[in-house]
């Protein structure tokens, strides 16, 4: 059985941290991370507001982060083995559970994407606390002066509406809860969605 589960959310909201911890406990769990797909910087737009265009989904080789996810899904036991993923042994037959975390900050912007989900999660954290977690991250391209505020949020807040309307299945999570509390919520619905498809 295969079973994939988007873990969506604003900028530094905890969806790695979410990731990782899932991808421990689950068994054989592969990660398709959105951000592995950002185009190169010389290939990203400057915009009107002066910024380079970074927090849209033209930054991202989304046909490649799609052409990925169906390699997964087409033999997930050759894609975890190539990933490195250690796989239970009664796993390796077709008989095993195989799970997908894909997470990113517009996995649910891309059409072609959003009906691969079993399950949709999306975290998110207010405006103050999104700063500050922002302002304290440490990015191989350091952060210019005003891109939080004239070019992040303002993009955050835009794909979250596309995303509202053009996705209806998402669990929304409040980012500013415990990590416990996040992990326990997804872990719990992901149990209760494999119930329902056995």
């Known amino acids: 059985m295969k079973f994939i589960i988007g873990i969506g959310g604003v900028t530094n909201g905890g ?79 077709e008989e095993g559970i195989h799970i997908l975390i894909v997470e990113g900050f517009l996995i649910y912007n891309y059409k072609p994407l959003i009906d691969v989900y079993d399950k949709c999660f999306y975290i998110s954290i207010p405006y103050e606390e999104c700063k500050k977690r922002r302002s304290t991250r440490t990015y191989t391209l350091p952060d210019p002066p005003g891109l939080f505020d004239g070019h992040v949020w303002p993009m955050y807040l835009r794909h979250r509406k596309e995303m509202e309307d053009n996705c209806e299945r998402i669990a929304y999570l409040d980012g500013m809860t415990s990590k416990d509390d996040i992990y326990n919520k997804v872990y719990e619905s992901f149990q209760n969605g494999l119930l329902n498809n056995l």
Do not use: Y
């Not at 951000?35 to 490649?64: L, T």
């Not at 799609?66 to 490195?84: D, I, M, R, Y």
């Open 15 to 93: 969806k790695t941290t979410l990731t990782n911890r899932l991808l421990k406990t689950l068994p054989n769990c592969c990660v398709v991370h959105q951000d592995d797909f950002f185009k190169k910087p010389d290939q990203i737009e400057v915009g009107d507001d002066g910024f380079r265009q970074w927090d849209v989904i033209n930054a991202i080789d989304m046909e490649a982060m799609v052409s990925t996810v169906k390699g997964w899904q087409e033999n997930p036991v050759k894609f975890a083995l190539s990933h490195g993923v250690s796989m239970s042994p009664e796993s390796t037959s």
